[in-house]
């Protein structure tokens, strides 16, 4: 059973930047396929970033060249670079992990997610 906590999540002006980290229970990253999704309130979830376990990534069309997704494999973690956050990537954040491809369906361990605000 895979088991994730996410944490880095914060209130940032627009334009700003923060990492969010993903952290597995046990070593994981080279069985699963990761993946990071946003829930906003009011709006349905979005699959923003994933990286296979062979290192492929791809992006929403909404954080593409602003977002990235990245592993360290030592430390069991996955992280999720935010950079010119605007107002609408305000929502709760999570990350999961799937064996197949990565869908919202799919992914499995999320944690409590963690907040990132992004207001003047």
């Known amino acids: 059973q895979v088991q994730l906590v996410e944490s880095g999540g914060g209130l940032v002006q627009p334009g700003g930047s923060l990492r969010l980290s993903c952290a597995a229970s046990r070593s994981i990253l080279n069985i699963y396929n990761m993946g990071w999704y946003r829930q906003a309130p009011g709006k349905q979830r979005e699959l923003v970033a994933t990286?296979?376990?062979?290192?492929?990534?791809t992006y929403a069309d909404s954080v593409k060249g602003r977002f990235s997704i990245s592993r360290d494999n030592a430390k069991n973690t996955v992280y999720l670079q935010m950079n010119s956050l605007t107002l609408e990537d305000t929502a709760v954040y999570y990350c999961g992990a799937a064996l197949g491809a990565v869908t919202l369906a799919s992914l499995r361990g999320w944690g409590q997610g963690t907040q990132v605000t992004v207001s003047s």
């Open positions: 990286l296979t376990r062979g290192g492929f990534t």
